[in-house]
């Protein structure tokens, strides 16, 4: 990989100094779309992965005509281009210009990842035979036999070896740049004309050995989340009209198709089962470590394996636009975003370079003219400078952690948006959650029912007639018959009660709804009422034991129906919102790492509480609208960074307003990952405290790589400073450093969460 140098001014529009503004951002409008009176166009370019090469780029463009802006996503090799229609040609030129092989998305199609990959940076012999001369030039200086030797081998081996560093080097000194390249060029040309030998061509040749393995290195950071589509079948076996099976390419498959997937096969397309029935895992797009039971109407992501059942489903959404090929593009986008520390290393490194090459040249000058250093020793101690001063190790150490900290996210199940939340997440010290479908499922269920069994076994009607017997059993399918009519959710609940225990329902006549009641119709001639509470009390058929069991359940956070006839009540139904299974071990978790907790909810106070109560929230905040939550969020920020946990939807603005914004992903997937700066593929709140643990690794590892750039490189100028250094401390000072920064960031891909 090129060197490092000078930092990268991002996007002429900051596009992606605020990562809540990428969902209208440059990098998500698709390749040649009218904006205006311009088209954008994404540009592949191999060579290009760090800032040397874009700072070159951005120079040389900016001065093309019809160029109105530039975004760069570095470790993606991609340039995304605003210009007028006319100017593409030029462009292309333009980077060509500089030595660079810019590719558009069509031809890009055209080319293979691996065959690009070998274009960018291969040496094939050249490099094992420019080592060997450069061994036996040191071996011939060392042995003091002919000088002519020893430097004919040293500028073979140089040759060989450094060709694409000179000529790289040379661009940059044409474009008045100073970068790995140039200095490169510049020290190993003077250490050969102060008879050098030997040592300029090891040192070119340990430049090259390391560019490479850094450059390998890299790869595996920047290809780690687009790895996972390896997981993803090629072909999948689609029902035919005649009931036929036939195997087709992934991408022939079409919106609708019915999809075969046998037991222990990979899903090759997101879906929806419609016969069959099977145990899928889902780690690769929600990080769940247990499988997940799928039947009728379940949904499917491709990618995900299925474990043990033939099922068959219906594709909703072609290949390019699975689940897993929008986490990728999401994750893609993401890298291309910047933590603030990140835009901090850049613009120390913009300064760092200029102040080291002026202290080499002001050493080569000084040392001789005021100390009587010898020309000669000077002069090689400024080159040893010059090597110095590419800050390559700094500035990659950021990206490079960041990355791999985007991509551990995305493995466990965490989509985030941008570098920027990974790395503040860290210093949560709020989180906001709603209530209804974050902490709890957001399916009421019936969790209690009391019989009367004090009031008479049977019910009479107005005429005293008998009705049906009222045993707990059958009032239970009394007041399920009435709730089956009903689209309330609290009846829904009741009537699903009795529906899973296999019960019958009555034919119920004169059917009416009630507004803000309840319902209430006539079952076997005797008429009933399903209602809530208050309106019984009017009427004063609620006796003490009603009504204390009412208080109770209502304390509890549950909602309470009763089922009367016209003068006396028959049971009390309560209803609740059940917790999900996560919810207490993650709000545990969170405190343990020092974030409070608070529900925002659009419920009743008394409800709001009682379920802060059961899962160990700090504060509740009942009968919240949108804009009371919006407030909330305003109030927690002034003693710290707050986040908002909804459902990406109707908590919008209290989302937007937040520091960070968490969304859940299984119950609108598509709207979480467009909308969410934070989206949890399988909804599980014990994700949150994974993540922040995960942000607060990222950033040790950011500190870490800092601390070594900087520190190897003031040890090294503190020896050439001393007289002490020499060029090949240089570079291993340089690419050594970098090659420990990028191996330490990728440590983050194997994160693994303690809780």
Known sequence: MSGCCQQHNHNHEHAHDNPKKTAQGLRDLPSQQVAGDAVQTPIRIMQM???????????????????????????????????????????????????????????????????????????????????????????????????VLSALLAILAVALSGLGTYRKGMIALRNFQLNINALMTIAVSCALLIGQWPEAAMVMVLFSIAELLEAKSLDRARHAVGNLLQMVPQTAWVKQVDGGWVEWPVGQVDKGDLVRVRPGEQIPLDGTVIKGYSTVNQAPITGESMPVDKRQGDGLYAGTINQSGLLEFKVDTPAENSTLARIIRVVEQAQASKAPLQRFVDQFAKYYTPVVCLLALLLAVFMPLVLGTAWLEAIYMALVLLVIACPCALVISTPVTL??????????????????????????????????????????????????TENVSVARDAENRVGTSLDETGVRTLAASLASLSDHPVSMAVAQAVRKDGLPFHAVDDFQALAGRGVQGVINAVEYILESPRHALDKGLLNAVVTQAIHTYESQGKTVV?????????????????????SRQAIKMLHAQGVKTIILSGDNQQTVQAIASQVGI???????????????????????????????????????????????????????????????????????????????????????????ALGIKLVFLVLTLAGMGTMWMAVFSDMGASLLVVLNGLRLLSFKATY
């Open 49 to 147: 992965d760090c800032p040397t090469e874009e700072r070159l780029i951005r120079t040389r463009l900016e001065d093309t005509a019809g160029v109105m802006a530039m975004s760069f996503n570095l470790m993606q090799r991609e340039l995304l281009v605003v210009h007028q229609p006319h100017a593409l040609d030029a462009i292309l030129a333009a980077i060509k210009s500089l030595g660079f092989d810019p590719q558009t998305a069509e031809a890009d199609k055209a080319v293979s990842g691996v065959g690009q990959q070998e274009n960018r940076l291969s040496f094939g012999w050249k490099l094992p035979v420019a080592a060997l001369l450069a061994i036996a030039s040191e071996i011939i200086h060392w042995a003091e036999w002919p000088w």
């Open 403 to 452: 990355v791999s900290g985007l991509t551990a996210a995305a493995r466990h199940g965490v989509l985030v948006k941008g570098a920027a939340y990974l790395e503040k997440a860290r210093k949560l010290r709020w989180l906001a959650l709603d209530k209804t479908g974050t902490i709890t499922q957001g399916k009421p269920v019936q969790t209690d029912m009391m019989f009367m």
């Open 562 to 582: 009763i089922l009367r006839s016209l003068n006396q009540v028959l049971a009390v139904f309560a209803v609740a919102d059940t917790i999900k299974p996560g």
């Open 618 to 708: 700090n504060r509740a905040l009942g009968q919240q609208m949108p804009e009371n939550k919006l407030d909330a969020i305003g109030e927690l920020q002034k003693s710290g960074m707050a986040g908002m946990v909804g459902d990406g939807i109707n908590d919008a603005p209290a989302l937007a307003r937040s520091d960070i914004g968490f969304a859940m992903g299984v119950m609108g997937t598509d709207t979480a990952i467009e909308t969410a700066d934070v989206a949890l593929m399988d909804d599980d709140l014990r994700k949150i405290p994974r993540f922040i643990e995960l942000s607060r690794a990222t950033y040790r590892v950011l500190v870490q790589n800092i601390v070594l």
